[in-house]
Antibody
Framework: EVHLVQSGAEVKKPGESLKISCQGSGYRFNSYWIGWVRQMPGKGLEWMGIIYPGDYDTRYSPSFQGQVTISVDKSINTAYLQWSSLKASDTAMYYC?????????????????WGQGTLVTVSS | SYEMTQPPSVSVSPGQTARITCSGDPLPKQYAYWYQQKPGQAPVLVIYKDTERPPGIPERFSGSSSGTTVTLTISGVQAEDEADYYCQSADSSDAWVFGGGTKLTVL
């Protein structure tokens, strides 16, 4: 059975750094893209970026390019989302999600499996 | 990137049919997907590739596509269907795009 388990809630101060994680199990981790999605309080879903563990290919939404870093450690089947200097506006729930195998043009650009979410609160 | 437009809210009585639309210029060329999100929970995929239903999703959920608009239809709405619904597609560089979400209220 496929599972994505995310790290626990974080409370940080503006300017601090943070790295949250998403560990996959029950499937061949290297063969599926892992994406990150932000949901600010009371707001909708926003796609941040995605990484392919097999070759570390990483894509970012223009809205998040330069603001976060997506990485992966294949040895422990874990993807990461990190910030070097948090802002109050980074306060949100962050979800990881596994993209299906195949091309987007063939209808594979979606996620059937999601992590439980990691709540990040940034406050002075 | 482009925008996907959904109505902010839809209300129906139990047993009626709810239709949630999503419009975006690339939709004739790109597939659409629908997620259900209940408060405090992660999104759940309810429709993929415009019309396909994942295992475990009730038959009352269906999807359709016409031109630049896709529609999620919930037939015989139940109280448990009250949730936020998001459409999603991809742009030409495979970046995901979400609609703004529609709050379904079961009266």
């Amino acid at each position: 059975e496929v599972h994505l388990v995310q790290s626990g809630a974080e409370v940080k101060k503006p300017g601090e750094s943070l790295k949250i994680s998403c560990q996959g199990s029950g499937y061949r981790f290297n063969s599926y893209w892992i994406g990150w999605v932000r949901q600010m309080p009371g707001k909708g879903l926003e796609w941040m970026g995605i990484i392919y563990p097999g070759d570390y290919d990483t894509r970012y939404s223009p809205s998040f390019q330069g603001q976060v870093t997506i990485s992966v450690d294949k040895s422990i089947n874990t993807a990461y989302l990190q910030w070097s200097s948090l802002k109050a506006s980074d306060t949100a729930m962050y979800y990881c999600a596994r993209r299906e195998v195949g091309y987007c043009s063939g209808g594979a650009c979606y996620a059937q499996y999601w992590g439980q979410g990691t709540l990040v609160t940034v406050s002075s | 990137s482009y925008e996907m437009t959904q109505p902010p809210s839809v209300s129906v009585s139990p047993g009626q049919t709810a239709r949630i639309t999503c419009s975006g210029d690339p939709l004739p060329k790109q597939y659409a997907y629908w997620y259900q999100q209940k408060p405090g929970q992660a999104p759940v995929l309810v429709i993929y590739k415009d019309t396909e239903r994942p295992p475990g999703i009730p038959e009352r959920f269906s999807g359709s596509s016409s031109g630049t608009t896709v529609t999620l239809t919930i037939s015989g709405v139940q109280a448990e269907d009250e949730a936020d619904y998001y459409c999603q597609s991809a742009d030409s560089s495979d970046a995901w795009v979400f609609g703004g979400g529609t709050k379904l209220t079961v009266l």
